[in-house]
């Protein structure tokens, strides 16, 4: 994922297909568009994170695109003095870019499962599948963390 800082907090720089820090002097917002994939979400966690740490923030709020009203009253006021948060103000953002499904469909693309094992004494690492990966590529018994991993993120 791409980190970038934009010119100013306004829905007009917003797109569903991503996820975007809002660093107050109290709280991180992470704001995540519908269409933000799972890697996008956790690198803005991370990156919040970061943030609070840094900033000796007092949390991180995560807001789901279309849940605004859900926050908190003191979250949806702070939120709301960065960035208007009626709905007639979400028209002026952008839609989902295509430039996201290509990403994202070049990365899974490009991902390899590969098997390592010594079970015979040598060391052996043999590719098992190139592509998007499902559960069922898995071999529980050989690869129970990766598993666990795989039932996180997927």
């Known amino acids: 994922p791409l980190l970038t800082q934009m010119p100013g907090v306004a829905w007009e720089y917003f797109n569903p297909g991503d996820a975007f820090i809002i660093d107050t002097k109290d709280v991180v917002f992470v704001w995540s568009g519908r269409y933000a994939n799972s890697m996008e979400k956790l690198q803005a966690a991370k990156m919040a994170t970061q943030f609070k740490e840094e900033r000796n923030a007092l949390s991180i709020v995560f807001v789901d695109d279309g849940k605004e009203n859900e926050l908190t009253i003191p979250e949806q006021t702070l939120l709301g003095y960065y960035l208007e948060l009626s709905p007639l103000a979400k028209r002026v953002m952008a839609e989902r870019s295509e ?3 290509k990403v994202e469909n070049g990365t899974r693309s490009s991902l390899k499962l590969y098997r390592c094992s010594d079970a015979d ?3 052996k690492v043999v590719e098992v599948k190139t592509g998007n990966l499902e ?3 898995l071999i529980p018994a050989v ?7 795989l039932r996180m993120f997927c």
């Open 99 to 101: 430039d996201d499904t």
């Open 121 to 123: 004494g040598i060391y």
């Open 135 to 137: 559960q069922s590529d």
């Open 143 to 149: 690869m129970p963390s990766l598993n666990v991993f």
